[in-house]
């Protein structure tokens, strides 16, 4: 199996720019998706596929990915984008058919 | 729309065998491309993903947990069930039932999650 690695926080004030990002060995041939969730709630799906938005996911959030990196983007921050995200990948040439990152906890300042 | 909703024990004792159902509506497991996953998140760490049934009934399953885990299905009464055997405290756990559609615009990714039941493990 393999790890997709996050930073454990990421710390941002309202109105500026926050990124997070997922790394691992082979990410470039895979799918990423990310989550956002709140305390007490359910994951959220707010970009699949490297860089698509479900229906309902403000463009400040945005994704993307260079190489082994995938990064969340979301411009704009509001204090209602204080969560856990969490990063995603789908391995179907894998036993370990879906892999989560070990998450990231945005701080709004 | 779609909705889905876990249902089983809040507590368990260590070695009992954990049964849990996913009660969904919007949706049919029976139509091509669609399934049905368990993941589950113990308590401020990381999701974890358990098991996944296909339309066809085909059957994936984490491979840490792969002895201990089964999941069923019962399309009449729009239903997934996961049984997870000799549980331990480090099960205790949110977990959570998520439809996915391998033949969607979102093939791979989780788009619509239940809200979670806390499975606590303790004698």
Redesign the interface.
């Known amino acids: 199996?393999y790890v997709l690695t996050q930073p454990p926080s990421v710390s941002v004030a309202p109105g500026q720019t926050a990124s997070i990002t997922c790394g691992e060995n082979h990410l470039g041939r895979k799918?990423v998706?990310w989550?956002q969730q709140k305390p007490g709630q359910?994951?959220?799906?707010v970009v699949?596929?490297d860089s698509d938005r479900?229906s309902g996911i403000p463009e400040r959030f945005s994704g993307s990915k260079s190489g082994n990196t995938a990064t969340l983007t979301i411009t704009r921050v509001e204090a209602g984008d204080e969560a856990d995200y969490?990063c995603?990948?789908?391995d179907?040439s894998s036993?370990?058919?879906?892999?989560?990152?070990?998450?990231t906890k945005l701080t709004v300042l | 729309q779609i909705t889905l909703k876990e249902s089983g024990p809040t507590l368990v004792k260590p070695t009992q065998t954990l049964t849990l159902t996913c009660t969904f509506s919007g949706f049919s497991l029976s139509s091509s491309g669609v399934a049905v996953?368990w993941?589950r998140q113990p308590p401020g760490?990381?999701?974890?993903?358990l098991s996944?049934i296909y339309w066809d009934d085909d059957k994936?399953y984490?491979?840490s947990l792969k002895n201990r885990l089964t999941i069923t299905r019962d399309t009449s009464k729009n239903q997934v069930v996961l049984t997870l055997t000799n549980m331990d405290p480090v099960d205790t756990a949110t977990y959570?039932c998520a439809h996915l559609d391998v033949s969607g615009v979102?093939s791979?990714?989780?788009?619509y999650?239940?809200?979670?039941t806390l499975v606590t493990v303790s004698p």
């Open positions: 199996s799918a998706h989550y359910s994951p959220v799906l699949f596929d479900p969490f995603q990948v789908w179907s036993d370990h058919l879906v892999i989560f990152g070990g998450g | 996953g993941l760490k990381a999701l974890e993903w996944l994936r984490s491979p959570y979102i791979s990714a989780f788009e999650w239940g809200q979670g």
